[in-house]
């Protein structure tokens, strides 16, 4: 992850912020586990478990918040 | 998910806006697993876990708080 | 779900801000679980289980936050 | 719970609205779960169980957000 | 607890606003299990029990919120 | 955890701001559990475990509100 993933919360529309909380969901978990092939094993597992798709959406949630204060909710659209 | 299905966080009404709330929740488990099929499984499995359905209800909530916020809690109404 | 339930999100007083929460904490249930039936099972599950009341009560809370704020904490109360 | 029991969200100090948000977390758990003798013997259930304490204790920190800010984080004190 | 322990949210530096954070989310454990026996049995479990302790740190990045905002993010830093 | 470790909360970019709200997640851990050799043990398991890696993904989103906040989200990135 040494490379800029994220190099502003700016989006140009509330979908593409959407599509940046889910992003932002996603680096947390590399980051804890950075091995691919351990990820690729975990995520057999939580997209056939109910209960931790609903907890990813939960993050998406908490990050969509941050997302789309950064852009004033894009008042403008 | 390639189409707009997010043109705007505004609503008319309150009401209008937790309907949004409820699909960003699920936006984020069809991005996560985007099989229908095995959504449809899951669906059976967590429409009748209470836990589950308590914490769908809480990703709406996140949401809702957004949404509110996006439209400063209509309030006009 | 069809008919008018959230008209505003103006409460009189904190109180009935708070019964506004739960009410919004419960409709994403039924939104999720549209059968009464299978409701009342469930109920009858999470009523005594001590994990889902303070899941259940941990929703309230997030509804009351955009509640209380959508009515300004009821700074004059 | 017909009673007036939150006539107002200010309190004079944030050790008092600490209190007022641990009494705002558990009047959800009542109005979900009427019946006083169930709750008596849930309590002792999640008394007991490391995990329901913290869930008690993330629902209280929820509550005390918006009693924080509902008395701007008492500046005065 | 009936002693004055949070006489207020303001805090010198980030960290002690942290520090701070910690101890908000101990005492809602302490006011839902005043048992200290108890008490330390049950963090016998949860400080060996890794969802256990992602929940505390859950809690106290909730209640760092709160502290981060009283202080305004200690701008001044 | 007596040394210095949060000076401040400004960061110069989104993606500082994202690592510093990973690192908030984890000192939490580690104030709750400060024996090395114990977390390393509780690092194998929630490595492996998804639901977990969710749940560190959730501790870094809030944490992440509350830096993206300090620092007015960049504005000027």
Redesign the interface.
Known sequence: MSD??????RTA???EG?DLA?K??????K???P?AD?RTR??E??????????????????????V???NK???D?
Chains 1, 2, 3, 4, 5, 6 share one sequence.
């Open positions: 800029t993933w994220l190099p502003s919360l529309t509330p979908q959407y889910v932002l969901s996603r680096v947390a978990v980051m804890t586990q091995d351990a975990l995520r597992v939580y997209e056939n478990d109910a209960s931790a798709l609903i907890a990813v959406s939960a993050v998406v949630a908490t990050h969509f918040q941050t789309a204060k950064a909710y894009w008042a659209t």
